[in-house]
């Protein structure tokens, strides 16, 4: 895929593999890197940054490994970022050599503050250094992006015209960082703008920025500089990066998107023109997210923009009401269009009847006027006392208030496990069945919590399929109690269970059999 300066869409850089991998603790090894990598190109990102060669050894297997997997003809551009030093440079080259479309993005500092006390040059020196390193860097690739670093805080004319000797030395893109991520939208506004008006050759490279979220203003400000012509952001997935993150690709593409009809005239598009500013799957954005994750440890914070487990969550009444008479009463956007399979209604204290009924309706309980108003009296004073209402402490409200006889279903009397290093994992449970049969079974797995899922499936007998297994630690301390959450599908329908306990093996054969007697219950 090659991009022309012509394209009138924004082309998405991913530097999650490179800035996203700065983030402190966020560490990738070269088959992580790789797992990343696969799923960019599936979410569609035109560019990967795959890292920096020069770093260290795993750094520069890893880029050499995605561009030789990930780099092929249709698939996205491979870079790897390089100080403006030879060695480097070359080293970019190298890692990058199997990859259909490679790219050298090389960078110097620019501003009196970097040059004074980090690099020790003067002006003179760094552009001459610039000019000779995109020179050398173009011998090696045709695609050669530079950025000239702290772009936000160097002193205008001499950034105007660091920028047009590295274009006239090769350069066919100009990326603009705000490293420190001290600029507001209006700042970024204008800085483009004056690199447009006073650059004379800046038209034949594509414009680029680099947003850091310092002050909280990293998507604001690319946002910003695509109302001015700029036509690469740089960003990454969940906004993680060095310090506080860098802008998220998926607040970037979701606000380009569903605000499509805004940005349209900044674009050579008629206003209500319905093409895509930008050519990433939407659907994968939440897989990514949670790739992404789950591999660099960085976990995304509840009300996270996009992809945080609130961003489409419900809680008070009135949004509740609003919600299920019609979506977009409260929503902007369909939670689909991320690849999130449905929308949490969340019962709490700020819950009304329409919600606590849909939910009941859910759980499969059908209530006579007088029960569901006890019930939902009883369940607004638990609500006072408790952060989340879960299904459980639903069902127990109903068990408690009305007259309404729960299936027990299956009964778990005893788990008993065995695991450590020097043995195979297995585990022993006890079931009372929902006729009264008493029934004991063992099995193995590949570690404890795989040994009591087999077993419990061996006993009960339903076909299911385990999509999500959680452990969160509710109190502190050793002897805290662990929460496990898990999802099992059956057909087109999801279940969940939940169970506490100071053992996380117990929690998760009661967590598993809540879950499973849901599905019991539905299907019988
Ligand atoms: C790149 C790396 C291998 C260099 O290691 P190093 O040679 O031991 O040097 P240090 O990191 O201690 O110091 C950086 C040196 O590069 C210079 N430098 C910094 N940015 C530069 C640039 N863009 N172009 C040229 N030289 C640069 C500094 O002035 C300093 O030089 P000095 O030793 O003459 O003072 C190492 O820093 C590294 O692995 N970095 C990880 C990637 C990274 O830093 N990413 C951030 C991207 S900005
Ligand atoms: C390479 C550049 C765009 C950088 O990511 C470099 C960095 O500070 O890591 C930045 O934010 O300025
Ligand atoms: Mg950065």
């Not at 700065?22 to 990738?28: N, R, W």
């Not at 680099?210 to 990293?218: F, I, P, R, V, W």
């Not at 079931?431 to 063992?442: C, F, K, Q, R, S």
Request: hydrophobic share 40%.
């Amino acid at each position: 895929m090659s991009i022309s300066t012509q394209q009138d869409r924004v082309i998405i850089f991913d530097t999650t593999l490179r800035d996203g991998e700065q983030s402190p603790g966020a560490t990738l090894n070269v088959e992580e890197k790789l797992r990343i990598a696969h799923q960019l190109a599936v979410l569609g990102v035109d560019v990967i940054e795959a890292g920096f060669a020069a770093a260290s050894p795993g750094d520069f297997e890893a880029i050499r490994t995605i561009a030789q997997q990930v780099g092929g003809s249709d698939g996205p551009i491979i870079c790897s970022l390089a100080r403006a030093v030879r060695a480097d440079i070359q080293a970019a080259a190298e890692a990058l050599q199997p990859a259909a479309h490679k790219r050298i993005h090389t960078m110097i500092s620019t501003s009196d503050i970097h040059l004074k006390y980090q690099l020790k040059k003067s002006r003179e020196e760094v552009l001459a250094i610039a000019q000779e390193m995109v020179a050398y860097a173009k011998t090696l690739v045709e695609d050669v992006e530079f950025s000239p670093m702290d772009a936000s805080r160097t002193a205008r004319e001499f950034l105007y015209q660091v920028i047009e000797v590295a274009i006239a030395n090769g350069a066919t893109t100009i990326n603009i960082p705000d490293t420190v991520g001290y600029f507001t939208p209006k700042d970024m506004g204008a800085l483009i703008q004056g690199i447009r008006e006073n650059v004379p050759n800046i038209d034949q490279v594509i414009l680029s920025v680099h947003t850091q979220n310092d002050l909280g203003l990293a998507t604001a400000n690319a946002l910003a500089a695509i109302e001015q012509g700029v036509r690469q952001v740089e960003c990454t997935i969940n906004g993680i990066g060095e310090r506080a993150g860098n802008a998220a690709l998926e607040e970037i593409v979701m606000a380009l998107q569903v605000r499509k009809p805004y940005f349209n005239p900044y674009f050579c598009h008629p206003v209500d023109a319905d093409v895509s500013l930008v050519k990433i799957k939407t659907q994968e954005i939440y897989k990514t997210s949670c790739l992404v994750s789950q591999l660099t440890g960085m976990l995304v914070q509840p009300n996270k923009a996009i992809v945080g487990a609130n961003a489409f969550a419900h809680e008070s009444g009135i949004h509740q009401d609003g919600i299920l008479k019609h979506r977009q009463t409260y929503e902007i956007m369909d939670a689909a269009t991320i690849g999130l399979p449905e929308n949490r209604i969340v019962l709490g204290k700020h819950s009304g009847r329409h919600a606590f009924r849909t939910k009941l309706q859910e759980l499969g309980f059908e209530l006579n006027e007088t029960d569901f108003n006890k019930a939902f009296t009883r369940f607004k004073e638990v609500a006072d006392k408790k952060k989340e209402m879960s299904d459980w402490d639903i069902e127990a409200i109903i068990r408690d208030e009305t007259q309404i006889q729960i299936e027990k279903g299956f009964q778990l009397e005893h788990v008993q496990v065995t695991c450590g290093d020097c043995t195979i994992p297995s585990a022993t449970v006890t079931i009372v069945t929902p006729y009264g049969e008493i029934l004991t079974d063992a099995a193995v797995g590949t570690g404890p919590v795989d040994a009591v899922y087999k077993v419990i499936n061996r006993v009960v007998q339903i076909p299911n399929q385990l999509i999500e297994f959680s452990v969160q630690s509710v109190t502190a301390g050793i002897d805290a109690l662990g929460k496990v959450t898990i999802r099992l599908r059956h057909q087109e329908s999801i279940f969940s269970g939940q169970a506490s306990d100071t053992d996380i093996v117990v929690a998760a054969a009661y967590a598993y059999m809540n879950a499973l007697n849901r599905l019991y219950r539905y299907i019988n």
